[in-house]
């Protein structure tokens, strides 16, 4: 005894798009390119030219090698100095901190932590005062 049944069988999915793809080809051209080709933009496309979007051209480019690494020397002192500078003055804030004495907190206890959140929550409109 086998398993069929003797009604009609349902293709899979995967066949029956074989068999329509067979009956109905789908020429190349007709797809448009490919999916990145229909979906994706770019500048010229959405009516942008680099320049207008803050490019500057290559060709516009005429600093040589020798004046680029001046630029990037000065540029990078520059930016060395202030870095010494903050460092300088996070230093002198540390140690006159330093020198200051810390305030001791006084330890709460529980009745005293709860009328501190109530004092807090009333705020000015405490019915009291």
């Known amino acids: ?3 069929c049944t003797g009604g009609p069988r349902m293709e899979s999915a995967k066949q029956e798009r074989k068999n329509l793809l067979d009956i109905n080809p789908i020429a190349k051209h007709a797809s448009g ?9 770019s500048a010229m496309h959405m009516g942008h030219s680099p320049a207008e ?9 005429t600093e040589t090698p020798a004046e680029r ?4 020397k ?17 230093k002198a804030e540390a140690k006159a ?6 305030e001791e907190k006084k ?6 932590k709860v009328a501190r959140a109530v004092k807090n ?9």
């Open 1 to 3: 005894m086998g398993h």
């Open 33 to 41: 390119g490919s999916w990145m080709s229909k979906h994706s933009k």
């Open 53 to 61: 979007m803050g490019h500057d051209s290559p060709a516009k480019n």
């Open 69 to 72: 690494r001046a630029r990037l």
């Open 74 to 90: 000065k540029e990078n002192a520059a930016k060395l100095a202030r870095g010494e500078a903050n460092l300088a003055r996070l």
């Open 97 to 102: 901190n330093q020198n200051k004495p810390k």
């Open 107 to 112: 330890k709460l206890s529980g009745i005293e």
């Open 121 to 129: 929550q009333l705020g000015d409109n405490d019915p009291r005062n």
